[in-house]
């Protein structure tokens, strides 16, 4: 799988790149028509200090794209959230496919 990092006011980590390749392959082997991921990372100055940190990940599957994005306090949690998302979505196409 390719995967793709973008960072928006903040520095590149090789540490938040590892995570989330490591969480993506883990998708990658349970999901088998991900093609490739967009990973983005972002600042955002708020006044709550919980939703500072953004990540986005996009998914692309042939047919389909499938998107999420969470802003917590850190980049591990929104990492852990998106994936989570990810996953949900992943199951109901999955589902969906099956049916047919």
Do not use: W
Not at 54 to 70: D, K, N, Q, W, Y
Not at 71 to 93: M, N
């Amino acid at each position: 799988m390719n995967i793709n990092f973008e960072y928006h006011e903040v520095a590149a980590s090789a540490r938040l790149e590892g995570l989330v390749a490591e969480k993506l392959n883990k998708l990658e082997n349970k999901y088998d028509a991900i093609v490739g991921a967009d990973v983005y990372f972002k600042k955002e100055n708020s006044s709550n200090p919980e939703n500072g940190k953004i990540c986005s990940v996009r998914l692309r599957m042939p047919g389909t794209t499938i998107f999420a994005e969470t802003a917590t306090g850190s980049f591990e949690a929104a990492i852990a959230k998106v994936i989570s998302e990810l996953r949900t979505q992943l199951q109901k196409r999955k589902e969906k496919l099956n049916a047919h």
